[in-house]
């Protein structure tokens, strides 16, 4: 089944302990990205990866890091975790970072992680 | 500042009723328009992907329109079911539909009462 896997769904853990949320896909993308989603704030972008060994910055990537070393992972790092980074956390792949050149762009969602930094 | 606006915030309906949500933006250069489906808790799935030159997209009971010139959407869903409820999120596409450059919507949050 084609699908993109995100582990931890739920995580507690407190200040300053490094975490790591795995996100893994199945379907061969090429694009791989990360969320944030926050009441009243809507889903704000992390960092987006455009291939392997290929990252950048999206809206909000202050205190996150990622790699890219495979096709299939892009895990999402927070090396020392702070309270307003509590939130539901998404990973998403495609086919293609473009619209209409060579695949239909559509973003796959992870089911979504919910990480509580006390 | 690219944006997208989504109206209303909330709404309440009854199953079997029709309803439309709206999404405006000021996102330039435009690519495409997607609408996502969000299940609370869950992931968003997509519903439709319109590029420039599509004005109407169906999918099932949704219906979406896009008018580039005065940069609207709608989503229109047609006889509303209990599993209709969810957040509907608009997401727009910029400088050659890179999704480096995706701006998203806050989101209208339906739900359909019996």
């Known amino acids: 089944e084609a699908q993109v896997t995100q582990n931890p769904r739920y995580l507690i853990t407190v200040t300053g302990k490094k975490l790591t949320v795995t996100c893994s896909q199945n379907?061969?993308?090429?694009?791989m990205s990360w969320y944030r989603q926050d009441p009243g704030l809507g889903l704000r972008q992390i960092y987006y990866?455009?291939?392997?060994?290929?990252?950048d910055k999206g809206d909000v990537p202050e205190g996150y890091k990622v790699s890219r070393k495979e096709k299939r992972n892009f895990p999402l790092i927070l090396e020392s975790p702070s309270p307003n980074q509590t939130s539901l956390y998404f990973c998403?792949?495609?086919?293609?970072?473009?619209?209409?050149?060579?695949?239909?762009?559509?973003?796959?969602f992870g089911e979504g992680s919910r990480l509580t930094v006390l | 500042k690219n944006q997208v606006e989504q109206s209303p915030q909330s709404l309440i309906i009854l199953e079997g009723k029709n309803c439309t949500l709206q999404?405006?933006?000021?996102?330039?250069?435009?690519?495409?328009l997607r609408w996502y489906k969000q299940d609370t808790g869950r992931g968003p799935v997509s519903l439709t992907i319109m590029t420039f030159s599509e004005n109407t997209k169906s999918n099932g009971r949704y219906t979406a329109t896009l008018d580039a010139d005065t940069k609207q959407s709608s989503l229109h869903i047609t006889a509303s079911q209990l599993s209709d409820s969810a957040s509907y999120i608009c997401?727009?596409?910029?400088?050659?539909?890179?999704?480096?450059?995706?701006?998203f919507g806050k989101g209208t949050k339906l739900s359909v009462k019996p």
């Open positions: 990866s455009m291939n392997v060994e290929v990252t």
């Open positions: 999404c405006n933006y000021t996102v330039s250069p435009f690519s495409n």
């Open positions: 998403a792949s495609s086919l293609s970072a473009t619209a209409g050149q060579g695949g239909t762009g559509e973003l796959f």
């Open positions: 997401v727009v596409s910029a400088s050659g539909g890179s999704q480096g450059n995706l701006i």
């Open positions: 379907m061969n993308h090429e694009y």
